[in-house]
């Protein structure tokens, strides 16, 4: 069996958590593991079948959050059944859509935004065929 879970760096994690849980509807699936000095080392979210990890930034470690000035390296694929109504709910957080929703043939509805930590995210309702 292949899996691919993607694996998130926020510069604030715990943030992260709540516009998650608020923006998309996710589930914190396995609950933060808060280190010495405070940040979040390890938690995982979920929205249905769709899963990754997070953590805060750790420069001993090399890992850091998104650039805000630079273009996205990585763009998260969202599956939903409601492109619509899942944008919707990201702007009512406040983040604006960089794209749609919109038709787009022959991949169904899309929508695109950057959340709030510098992460990119394609919202896809597949096409019916």
Do not use: K
Not at 102 to 129: T, Y
């Amino acid at each position: 069996m292949n899996q691919l879970t993607p694996y998130l760096c926020v510069a604030d994690a715990r943030a992260a958590i709540g516009w998650y849980v608020a923006a998309l509807g996710a589930e914190v699936t396995y609950e933060p593991i808060v280190m010495d000095d405070g940040r979040v080392g390890h938690c995982e979210l979920a929205i249905g079948e769709a899963r990754w990890m997070m953590s805060d930034q750790f420069d001993s470690a090399g890992v850091a959050a998104p650039d805000p000035t630079r273009g996205a390296a990585v763009s998260l694929h969202l599956t939903v059944a409601d492109v619509n109504a899942a944008a919707a709910r990201v702007i009512r957080e406040g983040t604006p859509m960089a794209r749609g929703p919109e038709d787009s043939p022959p991949s169904g509805r899309v929508a695109v935004f950057v959340d709030p930590f510098g992460h990119r995210w394609f919202l896809n309702q597949p096409a019916v065929s």
